[in-house]
Each structure stands twice: as C-alpha cells, then as structure tokens.
C-alpha cells in the first residue's frame, strides 16, 4: 500500500508560479511510475505529466508542455511538479498517482492522493 499527499496548491495570478510537492509512503514506492492528473470543474479528469519510477523518462500533455516539469527525488519519496506561466485554464485539483505501469491513463494509476486545489485568476 502506498500513500500520496499533495502539497503546494494556491491562489496565483496569470502568468505566476507554484510548485507541487506528493509525499509518498508505504512500501517500494520508489519503485512506482508517478505522475499528476487534474480536473476542473464539470470535467472529466485528465493527464498533466508522468515520471518513471527512475526519473529517466517523463511525459507532459500538450497544454503544459514548455510550462511544467515534473521531477522526483527517491531519496525524499517526493515527486514534484513545477508550474510555470500558469494560465486560468489551469484552474484544477491537481492529483498525485502512482502506479506500476507506464501510462496516460487515469485507469493505470493505483494509488491517488487527495488533491490539492490550483487557481489562477486572470
């Protein structure tokens, strides 16, 4: 069993800066895929960026690609997400996952956290 707490969310401005912080614990959990999904108000819930269980690989949505990074640090079991020129449409409950397998996919992702909310005002 893994658990995942978020951590960083707030209230920014258009065009400011946040960076999320997930806490992993429980057994091997350095060994999972991470990533962050999000999901806005009366919408689906969907993929931002994932990072290999060894950091080599990462992947991002095209929305945030050039603005967000995902990173982690093992030694730490935190995985974080940096966030960039955030636009309104970011506005969202970001999600830390974790997961055995390498995927975009909200089904893949066994273990969730509890979310953290991200707004950006115009």
């Known amino acids: 069993q893994v658990q995942l707490v978020e951590s960083g969310g707030g209230l920014v401005q258009a065009g400011g800066s946040l960076r999320l912080s997930c806490a992993a614990s429980?057994?091997?959990?350095?060994?999972?895929?991470m990533g962050w999904f999000r999901q806005a108000q009366g919408k689906e819930r969907e993929f931002v960026a994932a990072i290999s269980w060894s950091g080599a690989r990462s992947s991002y949505a095209d929305s945030v690609k050039g603005r967000f990074t995902i990173s982690r640090d093992n030694a730490k079991n935190t995985v974080y997400l940096q966030m960039n020129n955030l636009k309104p449409e970011d506005t969202a409950v970001y999600y830390c996952?974790?997961?055995?397998?390498?995927?975009?996919?909200?089904?893949?992702?066994?273990?969730w956290g509890q979310g953290t909310q991200v707004t950006v005002s115009s």
């Open positions: 996952v974790g997961g055995r397998s390498w995927s975009i996919l909200t089904a893949d992702y066994d273990y």
């Open positions: 429980g057994r091997a959990s350095s060994s999972y895929h």
